[in-house]
Nanobody, 124 residues
Framework: QVQLVEFGGGSVQAGGSLRLSCAAS????????MGWFRQAPGKEREGVARIHSSYGNTFYADSVKGRFTISQDSAKNTLYLQMNSLKIEDTGTYYC?????????????????WGRGTQVTVST
């Protein structure tokens, strides 16, 4: 049974940093893609960053490029998102997600397993 649990959310001032973690269990070798998504109040869930476990390729939304870094431990048990230079518009609930297969799409609907999310609030 796949289980994803996010940690590390909180409140931070604009310009600050946070590091999110996602503890993963139950993932088999067929799960090659994991990602971080976020949802702001009143908005649809959107992709933030993804990583292909086998090839190490990373993908970022334009809005976070140069500020966020996605990474994964060698055992693929933990997914991270280092968030620097946070902006007010980064506020939202951040979700960890995983999907089987070799592709690593940005589409929310393509991910089969989700964590419950962790809240990130950026203020002035």
């Amino acid at each position: 049974q796949v289980q994803l649990v996010e940690f590390g959310g909180g409140s931070v001032q604009a310009g600050g940093s946070l590091r999110l973690s996602c503890a993963a269990s139950g993932l088999t070798d067929s799960y090659n893609c994991m990602g971080w998504f976020r949802q702001a109040p009143g908005k649809e869930r959107e992709g933030v960053a993804r990583i292909h476990s086998s090839y190490g390729n990373t993908f970022y939304a334009d809005s976070v490029k140069g500020r966020f870094t996605i990474s994964q431990d060698s055992a693929k048990n933990t997914l991270y998102l280092q968030m620097n230079s946070l902006k007010i518009e980064d506020t939202g609930t951040y979700y960890c997600a995983a999907r089987p297969g070799f592709s690593c799409p940005d589409s929310v609907g393509m991910y089969t397993h989700w964590g419950r999310g962790t809240q990130v609030t950026v203020s002035t």
